[in-house]
């Protein structure tokens, strides 16, 4: 099974290789939104999973 980081970094490429792929600038859009928001669960999960420096 795949990891919740791995998952979240995978469809991060995915996307923005989708929003390369884009034909129309509103698609490109949307791809470029969803892997923000995939980078950005991707980072609170390892902030969250990172060990405390103290």
Known sequence: M???VRFFR???AEET???DRA???AARERRLQLAEAFMFRLEQLE???APERV
Request: charged share 45%; proline share 7%; no cysteine.
């Open 2 to 4: 795949e990891s919740d």
């Open 10 to 12: 995978r469809r991060a």
């Open 17 to 19: 290789a989708a929003a």
């Open 23 to 25: 034909i129309t600038p």
């Open 47 to 49: 902030r969250r999973e």
